[in-house]
């Protein structure tokens, strides 16, 4: 498919539209004046917002969305469960939460945001499969548009009921960390990969031949992340707090990748700019306030 702006739209497979290129709030923070970059976020274009329970960053996007003057309708927001409000009642009270501090009624698109809790999490199968019902069912009450995961491996995917699909596996994927498995899989079974930390966090941008095809391309190292992962088939999420780098990252459509560079960014080595997160085995811990550990 031909993509002509951030706002383009993706077939998810349960018949929604995802907006092209995500933005990504990690890192903003609601009692830090978050809803300032959200909002310039959405006046340079984006239409797609990304947080999570973990964040803090909700409220900064329901406010943002609020002042734009966009219709809801107009904006695709994605929330997360946190890895440790998997069991009972607790998704449904995370995902009221969530609405509570957007101030919506419905997120467009609830993720699983960990698949499994700690070392000594030995049930995660079990716990997986429960509670993916109870997503479906948030879904069939029309608190969320489409449910789906993030950092899911195969392994993981395989623990869901197969009767419905997520519409996306949201995963670490940049230049230099491509998990080409866990994309295989997914994009094999029609579910979306979104690609979290599209510029490494900043690691990839230095990097000698991501620089080179800049410079080939008269653009910058990433403006060529970014459009490496739409060359690839992956939504890439991507955060700036600068107004200047936030609408750069939208500019990626007057551009395309040969084959020739898309082989050598494939080969960058492996791990380059990894943030060192493994599902299952470097889980992340939180404080009761849910800072990270
Ligand atoms: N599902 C998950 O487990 C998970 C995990 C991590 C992240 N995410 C989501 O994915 C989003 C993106 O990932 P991320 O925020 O970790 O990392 P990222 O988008 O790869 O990198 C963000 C960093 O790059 C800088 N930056 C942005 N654009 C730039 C540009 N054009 N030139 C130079 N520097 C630039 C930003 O600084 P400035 O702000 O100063 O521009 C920031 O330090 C997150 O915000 C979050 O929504 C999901």
């Not at 406010?63 to 994605?78: C, H, M, P, W």
Request: include cysteine; hydrophobic fraction near 40%; charged fraction near 25%.
């Amino acid at each position: 498919m031909q993509l002509s702006s951030v706002k383009d739209l993706i077939a998810l497979n349960d018949g929604n539209k995802i907006p092209a290129v995500g933005f990504g709030t990690w890192q903003i923070f609601d009692n830090q004046n978050g809803k300032e970059p959200v909002l310039q976020a959405l006046e340079c274009g984006y239409r797609h917002i990304d947080t999570a329970a973990l964040y803090n960053s909700e409220e900064s996007v329901g406010l943002a969305v609020k002042e734009s003057g966009l219709k809801r309708e107009e904006v695709f927001i994605t929330t997360k469960v946190w890895k440790d409000d998997l069991v009972d009642d607790a998704i449904k009270a995370s995902l009221y939460r969530s609405l509570d501090n957007l101030k919506m009624d419905y997120v467009d698109l609830f993720l699983i945001h960990w698949p499994r809790a700690n070392y000594n999490d030995l049930y995660w199968p079990f716990i997986l499969a429960k509670a993916w019902e109870k997503m479906l069912s948030l879904k069939e009450e029309g608190l969320c548009k489409s449910i789906g995961v993030a950092n899911f491996l195969p392994h993981h995917l395989q623990a869901l009921p197969d009767w419905i699909k997520p519409a996306c596996d949201q995963i670490e994927f940049h230049v230099g960390y491509m998990q080409e498995e866990t994309l295989e899989y997914c994009q094999k079974r029609g579910i979306l990969v979104e690609g979290w930390a599209a510029l490494g966090r900043g690691l990839c941008l230095n990097n000698p031949q991501i620089e080179a095809i800049a410079k080939k391309h008269q653009v910058t190292t990433a403006q060529v992340c970014l459009r490496f992962c739409l060359e690839l088939g992956v939504v890439p999420l991507v955060k700036s707090a600068n107004p200047q780098r936030m609408s750069e990252n939208t500019k990626l459509f007057d551009f395309s990748l040969d084959e020739e560079d898309l082989k050598a960014l494939k080969v960058v080595p492996n791990k380059s700019g990894w943030s060192g997160e493994h599902p299952d085995t470097a889980i992340p811990f939180c404080d009761e306030e849910r800072h990270f550990l």
